[in-house]
């Protein structure tokens, strides 16, 4: 009996109840593939990344003017991390960025789960592509420019493995789906930015 009464005080506690109920569901998602292991992530529009960050003040980044002035941005390392206005939302608020500041590298934030809590994670532009291990460097490298995708580095982690930069945001995820799906290549992922530090 004394452990159902303290139970029931713990899940009618206010505390409890807001930490439970109040992050809001998240609307809009998007698939991609890890390897072999299709993925889900949800689009939180109350956030923006701005990467790039500890270069400049935030007073001087072109991402203030769509950020709700209530709530306080975050940094992590060189990452900003703007709380968005109702109206310009993280998806409206990069295509403006892509206009108004082109030279800046911003990001829609997401989720792995439909509510907005846990960790955030942002595109910072590049995709991993795993390229078949009779492709020569060559190949690869006019593979990339047909995608219009330029080579960072190669990565030690298997045979014909490598990082392509691509514009940051929702867009990288896209485009590694569609490299993914062309079935040209062995494997095609975002390579993502992930925040442990909860918002």
Not at 39 to 56: H, I, N, R, S
Not at 151 to 173: C, D, T
Not at 177 to 191: F, H, K, Q, Y
Request: net charge positive; aromatic share 10%; glycine share 8%.
């Amino acid at each position: 009996m004394e452990k159902f009464l303290t139970l029931l005080l713990l899940f009618s506690n206010p505390a409890f109840a807001k930490t439970k109920s109040s992050a809001p569901h998240l609307q809009q998602s998007y698939k991609w593939v890890d390897g072999e292991t299709e993925k889900t992530v949800w689009l939180d529009p109350g956030y923006l990344a701005e990467f790039g960050a500890q270069e400049k003040a935030a007073s001087n980044s072109a991402a203030r003017v769509f950020a709700d002035k209530q709530r306080i941005p975050r940094r992590s390392g060189g990452v900003m991390l703007w709380p968005m206005s109702v109206k310009a939302g993280g998806s409206a608020a990069v295509a403006n960025l892509a206009t108004k500041d082109p030279e800046g590298a911003y990001s829609e934030v997401f989720r792995d789960g439909p509510r907005s809590i846990g960790n955030t994670k942002a595109l910072p532009g590049n995709i991993i592509i795993r390229f078949r291990p009779e492709w020569s460097e060559s190949r690869i490298e006019s593979y990339a420019k047909s995608q219009k995708l330029e080579i960072i580095r190669k990565l030690a982690i298997g045979a014909n493995v490598y990082v392509l930069k691509h514009r940051p945001g929702l867009e990288s995820l896209l485009k590694a789906n569609e490299i993914r799906s062309s079935g040209e290549v062995l494997e095609a992922m975002p390579d993502w930015w992930i925040n442990v530090k909860p918002l």
